[in-house]
C-alpha cells in the first residue's frame, strides 16, 4: 500500500532534517527518508562554523566537542602565519553522526516521520504528486525535498542540469596521545600551500584530532600524498589509529532551477558548499530552512512554492556564493596574486574570512580598496600569476 505524506525529505543530513523539523512545527504531515541506518557516520570535518551555528534552529550544545575560539591560517610556502581570535565560537567541533542525529531527532519531535534503511531509488512527478520509489515499497507526497547529498539521486533521477563543480576532499580521524591534542585546544588550523590549489585543516575533538585535506583544481590524486606531508608536519604520522574517509564537496552550485515541477533541492544536492573554504552545514540549513517556509508560505501550491523558494535563494545564498567565488579564485588560482596580497593584507583577510565564519559579516560585505582590486584584477598580473587548474572552471559570476 503506498504511504501518503504532504511532503517527503530525502536525506536525513542538517539540510533535510532542518527542512523536516520546519514543517513539522508548521504542522505539515512530513516525512524523512534516509537510507543509512541511524545515526550515520558522514565523512566530515564535524567543524560547525559560527555561521552555521546561528541559523540552527535547535539547540546543539551538548553535542559539541570543542569550541574553537581561535582560528590559525598558516601559509606554508611564504613562511606566515595569522591568528585571529574572538570571544563566541569561530568554529564548534563535533561528529556529524551526533550533531545531525540531534537535528533529526528534533523534527521527529515535532512531528515529522522519520524511516531509516529507506533508500530511494527513483522519482517520478504526476499532475499534483510525486511518487518516491523506495527499497520498502512506493510512497507518494505532494512535494519532495531533495536532500540526498552531493551525489543526489533525486536531481539525477529527474534529469535536472547540473554545473556543479564537485571537488575531492580527504578527512581522517586520527588518534594521538592527550599531550599531543592539547597543543591544539580551541584552535582550528588551517595551512595553505601544501598543494597547490587547495587547503588542509587540524580540528580538535574530544579524543582525537580530525585531519583533512581538499583541492580546489578537481584533481584527487595527489590528495593522499599531501595528506601523508601533513601528517608529517603535525607530527602525527607514527598514529597507529587512523580511520581514513573521503568524499566530494560542490563548491559550485547547480544552474538552477532549484526547483523542479514538486522537487526543491537543498544543501550539496543543490551544491550550496562555500568556494572559499568548502563548508558546507552553514547553507544546508538556510537551504533546508527556506525550503520549508517557501512550502510553507505557498501552502503547497507549486507556484506559490517554487517563485518563494526560488526568490529566497537568489536573495541570500547565491549573491554569497558568487562574492566568495571571486575570493577563492584570487586565493587558490593565483598563487603569485596571493604572495603579493598576504605579506601585505594578511591579516586584514584572515580576519575578514574569520567575521564570515563566526557569522560576524558576510562575504558582500568585504571590500577591497579601488587600488588593490585594481592591482587584483589587472589582466597582465592575473594572466602571469595564474595556476591553470586541471579542469579549469568557467566562471559564470
Ligand atoms: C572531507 C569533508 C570534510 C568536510 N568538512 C566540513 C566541515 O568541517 N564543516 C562544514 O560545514 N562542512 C564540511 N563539509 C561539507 C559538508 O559535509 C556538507 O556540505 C554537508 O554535509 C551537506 O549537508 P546535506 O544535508 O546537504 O547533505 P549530507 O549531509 O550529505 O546528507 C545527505 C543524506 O542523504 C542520504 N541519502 C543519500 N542518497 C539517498 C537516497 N537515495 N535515499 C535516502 N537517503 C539518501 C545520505 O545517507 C545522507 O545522510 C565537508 C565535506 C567533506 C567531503
Known amino acids: 500500500m503506498t504511504t501518503i505524506y504532504d511532503v517527503i525529505v530525502v536525506g536525513s543530513g542538517p539540510a533535510g532534517a532542518c527542512a523536516a523539523w520546519r514543517l513539522a512545527k508548521a504542522g505539515v504531515p512530513v516525512a524523512v527518508l534516509e537510507k543509512a541506518p541511524l545515526p550515520r557516520y558522514k565523512t566530515c570535518g564535524g567543524g560547525i562554523v559560527g555561521r552555521a551555528m546561528q541559523t540552527l534552529p535547535v539547540d546543539v550544545r551538548h553535542v559539541v566537542e570543542q569550541d574553537c575560539h581561535t582560528a590559525q591560517l598558516n601559509l606554508l610556502d611564504a613562511g606566515l602565519s595569522f591568528t585571529t581570535h574572538?570571544?563566541?565560537?569561530?568554529?564548534?567541533?563535533?561528529?556529524?553522526?551526533?550533531?545531525?542525529?540531534?537535528?533529526l531527532s528534533a523534527a521527529q519531535f515535532a512531528g515529522a516521520a522519520v524511516h531509516e534503511r529507506c533508500a530511494v531509488e527513483n522519482v517520478s512527478c504526476h499532475g499534483d504528486f510525486v511518487t518516491v520509489v523506495t527499497n520498502g515499497g512506493a510512497m507518494r507526497s505532494k512535494f519532495v525535498v531533495a536532500a540526498d547529498g552531493a551525489l543526489s539521486m533525486v536531481a539525477r533521477k529527474m534529469g535536472l542540469a547540473d554545473g556543479r563543480v564537485l571537488i575531492p576532499a580527504l578527512e581522517y580521524e586520527v588518534t594521538i596521545p592527550p599531550c599531543r591534542l592539547d597543543r591544539l585546544h580551541g584552535t582550528a588550523r588551517f595551512d595553505v600551500g601544501l598543494l597547490p590549489d587547495g587547503y588542509a585543516w587540524a580540528f580538535p575533538k574530544q579524543q582525537h584530532l580530525s585531519i583533512g585535506v581538499l583541492s580546489m583544481a578537481q584533481r584527487g590524486n595527489d590528495l593522499k600524498q599531501a595528506m601523508a606531508r601533513y601528517l608529517d608536519l603535525l607530527d602525527c604520522g607514527?598514529?597507529?589509529?587512523?580511520?581514513?574517509?573521503?568524499?566530494?564537496?560542490?563548491?559550485?552550485?547547480?544552474?538552477?532551477?532549484?526547483?523542479?515541477?514538486r522537487i526543491l533541492l537543498v544543501g550539496d544536492?543543490?551544491?550550496?558548499?562555500?568556494?572559499?573554504?568548502?563548508?558546507?552545514?552553514?547553507?544546508?540549513i538556510r537551504s533546508g530552512l527556506l525550503a520549508a517556509q517557501a512550502l510553507i508560505d505557498g501552502q503547497l501550491d507549486e507556484d506559490s512554492v517554487?517563485?518563494?523558494?526560488?526568490?529566497?535563494?537568489?536573495?541570500?545564498?547565491?549573491?554569497?556564493?558568487?562574492?566568495?567565488?571571486?575570493?577563492?579564485?584570487?586565493?587558490?588560482?593565483?598563487?603569485?596574486?596571493?604572495?603579493?596580497?598576504f605579506p601585505?593584507?594578511?591579516?586584514?583577510l584572515s580576519e575578514a574570512v574569520t567575521d564570515v565564519m563566526a557569522g560576524k559579516r558576510q562575504y558582500r560585505d568585504l571590500t577591497f580598496k579601488p587600488r588593490t582590486l585594481l592591482r587584483l584584477?589587472?589582466?597582465?598580473?592575473?594572466r602571469n600569476s595564474a595556476y591553470r587548474p586541471a579542469r579549469p572552471h568557467d566562471d559564470r559570476a
Open 238 to 261: 607514527s598514529s597507529t589509529q587512523i580511520e581514513r574517509h573521503g568524499f566530494v564537496i560542490p563548491i559550485r552550485p547547480r544552474r538552477g532551477p532549484f526547483v523542479e515541477k
Open 377 to 382: 584584477l589587472s589582466s597582465k598580473w592575473l
Open 269 to 284: 544536492a543543490a551544491g550550496f558548499a562555500d568556494p572559499v573554504t568548502g563548508e558546507g552545514i552553514s547553507f544546508a
Open 344 to 348: 601585505r593584507h594578511g591579516q586584514r
Open 306 to 341: 517554487r517563485n518563494a523558494y526560488t526568490g529566497s535563494v537568489a536573495e541570500t545564498i547565491l549573491p554569497e556564493l558568487q562574492r566568495g567565488r571571486f575570493l577563492a579564485r584570487l586565493l587558490y588560482h593565483f598563487p603569485r596574486t596571493r604572495s603579493w596580497a
Open 86 to 103: 574572538r570571544s563566541t565560537p569561530i568554529v564548534s567541533m563535533t561528529m556529524r553522526s551526533r550533531f545531525d542525529f540531534d537535528i
